[in-house]
C-alpha cells in the first residue's frame, strides 16, 4: 500500500483529479455495487460519470460484512505499508471495531459506523476486488517478506 486519500463532501470530479495528480500507474479502479447507481439530476450512474471523467470502475460484488472482512484480514499479511502516506489508513483500520453488548455480553453482529468506518469499508473492497481477479491468467506476484507490523501498538 504507497499511499492513501481520504475526504469528505468532494465529488467525482474531485477524487478523479487527485488520481490523475498522483501519476501512479494503476491497475484496477474497484468501486462498490452502489457505483451503478444514477444520479436523479443526471440520470447517469456514478460509474458512467467517472468514465466521462476518465476513470474506469470495476465493481466489486456485494458479498456479506464478515466474507469482506475475511478478505481484508487475509490481504494484510501479504502488503506492505508505507508508514507515513498509509498513516491515517491505517489508524482508522486499527479503530474499526464492533460494540460490546453488556446485557448479551457479546460484540454486536456489524461493526460500528464511526470515522473509521470508510477507510475500512474501502480497504474490504480492495480485498474483495483483489481476490475477484486472482483468477486473469497472469503469473503470480512473488510474495514479500517484511518486518514491519502496521497494526503493533
Known amino acids: 500500500m504507497i499511499d492513501y486519500y481520504e475526504n469528505r463532501n468532494e465529488g467525482l470530479p474531485h477524487y478523479c483529479q487527485v488520481l490523475q495528480g498522483k501519476r501512479y500507474l494503476y491497475g484496477n479502479h474497484n468501486a462498490p455495487h452502489d457505483i451503478e447507481v444514477r444520479e436523479l439530476g443526471t440520470g447517469k450512474s456514478r ?30 499479511p501479504r502488503l506492505w505499508f508505507d508508514r507515513e ?11 474499526y471495531h464492533r460494540a460490546y453488548n453488556e ?6 453482529s456489524n ?3 464511526d470515522w473509521s468506518s470508510h477507510a475500512s469499508d474501502a480497504f474490504r473492497y480492495l480485498a474483495v476486488g483483489i481476490r475477484e481477479t486472482r483468477d486473469t491468467g497472469r503469473p503470480p506476484q512473488m510474495m514479500a517478506q517484511r518486518e514491519y507490523d502496521p497494526f503493533a501498538a
Do not use: Y
Request: charged share 30%.
Open 47 to 76: 460509474r458512467e460519470i467517472a468514465w466521462d471523467l476518465g476513470l474506469n470502475f470495476k465493481v466489486v460484488p456485494k458479498l456479506p460484512i464478515e466474507d469482506g472482512i475475511h478478505a481484508a484480514q487475509m490481504l494484510i
Open 103 to 108: 446485557r448479551t455480553r457479546s460484540f454486536r
Open 111 to 113: 461493526p460500528v459506523h
Open 85 to 95: 502516506k498509509c498513516k491515517d489508513g491505517l489508524e482508522a483500520l486499527r479503530q
